[in-house]
């Protein structure tokens, strides 16, 4: 096994509590478990066991189980310790500051500004990790090819390079060109965002001050004005962060989907199975988890050939199978048919655990997000092997390592496989599985190109819908997924429920994805539970009211569609369209980004739960009144799912009106 000794270390660092079997009559709250039936039958098991699991440990954070009961200062975001002066602790309402004189205000919007840094940073990481695995590509170095090359000649236009060329030298240019772009210092204007975004954005960003230079001198230039005694201002700090985002919302997510797309395809319409039930513990199971899918196409196309079943079946499996998890997964859902060994997809990351305690589990392969610290724990215990592949990822007790190199890919494949086939052996001979879990169906591999496909070549009848009231908007639901309020997916899945019912079409992206999947509501048949006009829409096209649209990644996809229907509305500034982003379960450091390039965009932007700035009043004045009026953008807040939804709609109908439909 790839661990040795962890439960005395964790013990001893003070987890023992924490893997006591449960008091003797111990009640759960299903409700605060997750929506998913599959989910809740597992972490009974694990609950029984008294195997520490992020329920539990979630529960154990709060005071009474309040959460909110915790820190006044920590949950308001006016608490600092950035030097050794702190931690020091600010009040608005009595103007305490901290040692160094920053307000309440500033301290809170710096923090967010931080976060900011953290979530385009991973995201970038992701778009060099594909900019590079193009390249090499190209290069003729990997195992890959350019599978749309119609895609990536479009794209390279669209950033004004000669498409006139073989695809190789087009994929080189295209590297270069985009790499440049992302070296730019802060003071030299993005080409790549003058050239992608809408005309009417570009303006209003100059105006302001907040039109970017490259992805890194941004980043750079946050990271640095959050230094002790440099930027106290939150206005200042809240303009650097909406200059990140724009930066990372075109230059690393647009950039990263985009590419590849061109190297394993544009997303279309089709079928996948979802749920825990798609872990069948007679079979080699690798699946690959996180963020970045490139090892996940190779583990793909690597198990497809006969040789390798073989084996796995001499090993007493009934063959080898990559099951998709997390948001890698989506990258993979989004472009791969389902077959007899890319079979299916799990969920989301807080489930995470649920998965690995199915006992079916032989090989986990994390890459750059999403993995889990304690999950060697679970290696040990349920008999797989878990696998760093990003340089980015690390556990305690874990010597197993693949780092991620794309010319390597398809040994760094092998030997996933091979890993998989000799821990089969172990593990099913040892390990109890949870059998007869749930197996639903979804149907994903939505894509602005997908969706005008669906729609028979243009934007025309989703326009027209919209003109006529059919569908009275569009929200896209940009999402993670958190226990906060209420258990995993509980409140996602309700508040898509409650748009739909009042005919908004749900374009769903990131961790929130999945929960929509695995809640049945990316199927036509969850029209049914869609308003008279989004029915009527669903039913003439055989599309679900919630399209499966990605991963986080896609935010940036999304803005381009969006732009595109502004554009098809006669140049209807982005503003002024009946659209919104909503977060219902936002949990990490890339939402916070997204939320601010949502609000830079000019979109009405939902999140839940309450972010920890409250202890701000001028920052929560700005992102929910002020703002309106500088880019458009507002924040809004709101825990009851119909009470949200009934906000989200009178904004479109607001713009419906300002647009005279």
Known sequence: ????????????????????????????????????????????????????????????????????????????????????????????????????????????????????????????????????????????????????????????????????????????????????????????????????????????????GIFPGGVYGEMMVATSSSLTNVDGD???????????????????????????????????????????????????????????????????????????????????????????????????????????????????????????????????????????PLDPVYAERFGFRIVPVSELVAFEGVTDRVNYDPAQARAQAASLLQMGIENFRQRHRKVEPVRGLPVGQAVVGFSPESIVAALGGSLVPLLDAIKDGSIRGVAGLVSCTTLRDSGQDVHSVAVAEELIRRDILVLSMGCGNAAMQVAGLCTPDAAAKAGPGLKKVCKALGVPPVLSFGTCTDTGRLADLVAAVGAALGGVPVADLPVAAVAPEYMEQKATIDAIFALAFGLYTYVNPVPTVTGAPRLVHLLTADLQGITGGVLRLEPDAAAAADGILGHIEEKRKGLGL
């Open 234 to 372: 939150y206005v200042s700090l809240a303009k650097k962060a909406m200059r990140l985002s724009v930066a990372m919302a075109y230059q690393s997510q647009l950039v990263l989907e985009s590419l590849q797309d061109a190297l394993f395809g544009t997303p279309a319409p089709h079928w996948m199975r979802v749920d825990l039930g798609v872990l069948d513990p007679d079979y080699v199971n690798i699946l690959p988890n996180g963020h970045e899918p490139f090892l996940g196409f190779a583990l793909v196309d690597l198990a497809r050939e006969p040789a390798w079943q073989e084996r796995a079946h001499e090993a007493g499996a009934k063959g080898i199978r990559v099951i998709a998890n997390i948001e890698t997964g989506q990258e993979m859902v989004q472009r791969l048919e389902m077959d007899d060994v890319f079979w299916g997809y799990t969920g989301n990351w807080i489930m995470q655990e649920a998965v690995l305690a199915t006992g079916a589990v032989d090989v986990f392969v994390a890459d750059m997000n999403c993995s889990l």
């Open 1 to 208: 096994m790839t661990t040795t000794g962890l439960f005395p270390l964790l013990e001893m660092g003070g987890w023992r509590r924490q893997t006591r079997p449960p008091p003797e009559g111990t009640q759960l709250d299903e409700k605060r478990i997750s929506y998913h039936p599959s989910v809740r039958t597992v972490y009974k098991k694990l609950h029984d066991m008294g195997l520490s699991n992020v329920w539990d440990r979630y529960e154990a954070q709060g005071i009474g189980g309040d959460p909110d009961s915790r820190c006044r200062f920590c949950m308001g975001g006016v608490r600092c310790d950035f030097c050794s002066n702190g931690p020091c602790r600010a009040d608005a309402s009595a103007d305490k500051r901290g040692v160094c004189g920053i307000s309440a205000d500033g301290m809170a919007m710096r923090m967010m500004l931080l976060r900011n840094v953290m979530g385009a940073s991973t995201y970038h990481y992701h778009c060099e990790q594909t900019v590079r695995t193009l390249r090499e590509t190209a290069l003729g170095r990997t195992p890959f090819r350019v599978k749309d090359p119609e895609k990536l000649k479009a794209f390279a236009a669209r950033l004004g390079l000669d498409t006139a060329v073989p695809t190789d030298r087009l994929a080189l240019a295209l590297c270069t060109f985009v790499q440049d772009d992302f070296h730019r210092r802060s003071d030299e204007p993005s080409r790549i965002v003058e050239l992608l975004a809408p005309a009417d954005r570009v303006r209003v960003w100059k105006d302001i």
